[in-house]
């Protein structure tokens, strides 16, 4: 089993920044990609970042690349999300999501966190 834990979010004006954290813990020698996903409220949830957790490499959605990063610290088992930027729209409940793969399908992934709230006003 693999544990995912989120924290960081919070309330923010319009343009300003917040780091979510993922902190997992667990059986993790099968987990080679983690990510990022949200749901707006009355929205389907959605992708915002993946990285494969060996090389480092990362995919975003459209909708905040270059304003959003996706890192990851292997030795404390931590993926990071670094939001600059911030618009009304990326008001979200954000999941962090661990699984064999890094992809942008949420099916492709077999753990999940409980989810932070970060709300962005204008």
């Known amino acids: 089993q693999v544990q995912l834990v989120e924290s960081g979010g919070g309330l923010v004006q319009a343009g300003g920044s917040l780091r979510l954290s993922c902190a997992a813990s667990g059986r993790l020698f099968n987990i080679y990609g983690m990510a990022w996903f949200r749901q707006g409220p009355g929205k389907e949830r959605e992708f915002v970042a993946s990285?494969?957790?060996?090389?480092?490499?990362?995919r975003y959605a459209d909708s905040v690349k270059g304003r959003f990063t996706i890192s990851r610290d292997i030795a404390k088992n931590i993926v990071y999300l670094q939001m600059n930027t911030l618009k009304p729209e990326d008001t979200a409940v954000y999941y962090c999501a661990a699984g064999g793969i890094a992809s942008t399908n949420a099916n492709e992934y077999e753990y999940w966190g409980q989810g932070t709230q970060v709300t962005v006003s204008s």
């Open positions: 990285i494969n957790w060996h090389f480092g490499i990362t």
